[in-house]
């Protein structure tokens, strides 16, 4: 892949996901600016590769032609792009911003008919798998753009991403994440309450897991999330419980306005929310530990060392 002189790459959020993606478009080829958060081992990865570091938002939006967006969600994303030395401040027309974050397609939206105001476009490009598959290139993503703006992106998406569906205008990418994650958290929260049960009723998660695996139940995400209980494997799937409670309550926000009514997703966010206040600080597969110590169950098991 030959990366096009014209597109310069501004990238914000080193996180899990972000830094892989960065790492990316970088050897294949773009020029790449990014902006550091507190933790300044990614970013002097990032410095050692070749990749430039720019002191704020509006200097980065300055230096780039594409800008994207790897944060937590809608919240921290506004501030980026309105905030004291933001997006907007260095925006030229003719730029796009790419909000990879799992985000509340309201604000997406209105975020884009902002910097539509000053000749920039806005494409919604959520993230799905997981920082493995950042790093190695081959994450998946559903994207939100005109198709104009979607061919414009789609080069520079082909190097992080494996699987890129274009699912509609600006916002239905949000949309797909929010409820491609209600699956997913839903089942995490299923999978929770079945194993506090299993084991309350005198069923291991060993024996448990020799019925469901292999069978018509089983799927990639129900392997993923049993690594931690069966393995102590903290690391399975880093996603933590705050950022899961966050995106079920941005669904909730959508059914409302949708006006469908979202009994499960409720619930599956109650379980969230329950975990996140009583301080549990981890990962999505932790929730079955949480559910089982409040119904008096043990589903800690010893995490691997190393």
């Not at 980065?60 to 792009?81: D, K, Y």
């Not at 998660?205 to 292999?214: E, L």
């Not at 469908?260 to 997703?265: D, R």
Request: aromatic share 6%.
């Amino acid at each position: 892949m030959t990366a096009p002189e014209s597109e310069r790459i501004g990238f914000i959020g080193l996180g899990f996901m972000g830094h892989g993606m960065a790492k990316n478009i970088l050897e294949k080829g773009y020029a790449l600016t990014f902006l550091a958060h507190r933790n300044r081992e990614p970013a002097e990865d990032m410095l050692k590769r070749g990749a430039s570091e720019a002191a704020t938002a509006g200097e980065l939006a300055a230096r780039s032609t594409i800008v994207f967006l790897c944060v937590t969600g809608s919240r921290q994303v506004e501030e980026i792009v309105r905030g004291k030395n933001g997006l907007k401040e260095g925006l030229k027309k003719g730029s796009v911003v790419v909000d990879c974050s799992t985000a509340d397609p309201t604000s997406t939206t209105a975020l884009a008919a902002e910097l539509a105001q000053i000749g920039v476009d806005y494409a919604d490009a959520p993230l799905g798998r997981t920082p493995k598959e950042a790093w190695e290139g081959t994450l998946d993503t559903m994207v939100g753009a005109t198709h104009e703006v979607f061919a414009r992106l789609k080069p520079v998406l082909e190097t992080w991403a494996g699987r890129i569906v274009h699912i509609g205008t600006v916002g239905d990418g949000h949309r797909m994440k929010l409820l491609n994650n209600f699956l997913s958290l839903g089942y995490a929260a299923l999978y929770s309450e079945a194993l506090a049960l299993s084991a309350k009723v005198g069923i291991s998660p060993q024996r448990f897991d020799s019925v469901i695996r292999g069978s018509r139940m089983d799927c990639g995400f129900y392997q993923t999330f049993m690594r931690w209980v069966l393995e102590g494997d903290r690391d399975a799937h880093k996603f933590t419980l705050a950022n899961g409670l966050k995106d079920l309550t941005y669904l909730e926000s959508m059914a409302n306005a949708a006006g469908v009514m979202n009994p499960l997703g409720n619930a599956a966010k109650n379980s969230f929310r329950g975990a996140v206040t009583a301080g549990t600080e981890e990962y999505v597969p932790m929730l079955a530990t949480h559910v089982g110590r409040v119904n008096g169950v043990d589903l800690d098991p010893k995490p691997k060392k190393g």
